[in-house]
């Protein structure tokens, strides 16, 4: 499936150290773009310093380098409605339900378009509920359909479904692929997993294992 | 048991109960006002040991150590009661508050900061409802401080109300009245927290209440 050439989002140059006084670098020279519209999976081996750089990407964490660019904008460290971040970590706001948590995305309320996102993610029927009256795939969902409430530039999926067992993370990994077909968000797959990306991604950015970690290569996967 | 008046023990009662309400919504107000803007105080100010000093030192001492300070500014009656309550209740419904907004997660914040949510909204829409379960432990804890400290403070300096009745039935030596006193201050005490804990189960469903 075609993708646009327009870069919406690039990692530039960003390196990263933990602790104070030059301590360990754990990113290196990080760079790489996400085109209009493409689903781009990021893998590495666990502690690896994906979700750092989820974070970094989101605005959350200021890297020791480099820049984050949205739509050409510098926006390094500086969260926004542009970057949805889906923690791996359950993030719903336990107080609302599935409905008020979208509406409370939208930029307006719009109950038909918060309607139109319970759908998307198979969640009909279960709009007054709590989060925590849900199963564990339905708040990924219900996370997944918020992050799009956002409508933002780029949805990063931070192994959002590495907590399911294997069979409910696929499927949800199957929906994810109808999602963006229905609605072309550009997104950012973090995993562990490369199998995660199968008929999903449209390149895999190899992450290395050692310290720092750097870019090992990056894969066009086949053509969705 | 002769001496045992229905309608005053009742009126006894009533005004104890006012006098907690009123002090404990105040100290509510107050106390989750004051414990939501600490919270949003920046971290070297937060951290800052003169100003810990100054909101944690005057939780330590005792409702009734304040009872001649307030006796002296507001005289005997009614307010000085409701200023002993709120004492009493303050500390605690201000500590949870500020424990509860400082211990929302990290997650939480987050994606409140990428929907952009700043300022007033954010703490209304984010910190409030996500330390809600901490501030009912708080208001929990500031109804039984509340109860006590008009109890006593009616004992010391009190014309109406259960504390004073005790005081009373203490000089006739009415110890069997004095009885009937103390038995109602623990069932109204109970109460006033079973009250509270229907009222949180009702405002945070979403939140388990394991008593």
Known sequence: MAVSRLTVFEFRKVSHTFGENAGALVLEDISFEIREGECVGLTGPSGCGKSTLAQIGAGFVTPS?????????????TPSRAVALIHQELDLFPWLKVEKQILFALQKADTSRAKELISLVKLSGFEKYYPNQLSGGMKKRLALARGLAINPKLLILDESFSSLDSNLKYDLYRDLRLIWEK?????????HDSKDL????????KLSAGKPTRIVEIVEMPAL | MEYYDLTTVALNCL??????????????VFGISIGLLRSMLPRKVKGNKLIKLLFEAPKFPPPIAWIPFVI?????????????VFIGAFSPIFTSTYEGAESVPMVI?????????KGLRY?????????????FTGIRVGVGMGWMSVIAAEMISGQSGLG???QINRLNMQYDLMTVDIVLIGLIGFLLFETIVFLQKKIIPWHEVTM
Request: overall charge positive.
């Open chain 1, 65 to 77: 380098r480099g820049e984050v660019l949205v739509d050409g904008r510098n926006l390094t460290s």
């Open chain 1, 183 to 191: 609605t072309k968000t550009t997104i950012l797959l973090i995993t």
């Open chain 1, 198 to 205: 199968q008929s999903l991604a449209h390149r895999e950015v």
């Open chain 2, 15 to 28: 005004y104890s109960i006012e006098r907690v309400l009123v002090g404990v919504l105040m100290a509510t």
């Open chain 2, 72 to 84: 002296l500014f507001f005289g005997i009656g009614e307010i000085s009661a409701y200023v002993i």
């Open chain 2, 109 to 117: 914040r987050n994606i409140a900061r990428g929907m952009e949510i």
């Open chain 2, 123 to 135: 703490l209304w829409k984010i910190i409030f409802p996500a330390a809600l379960p901490q501030i």
């Open chain 2, 164 to 166: 004073y009745s005790i």
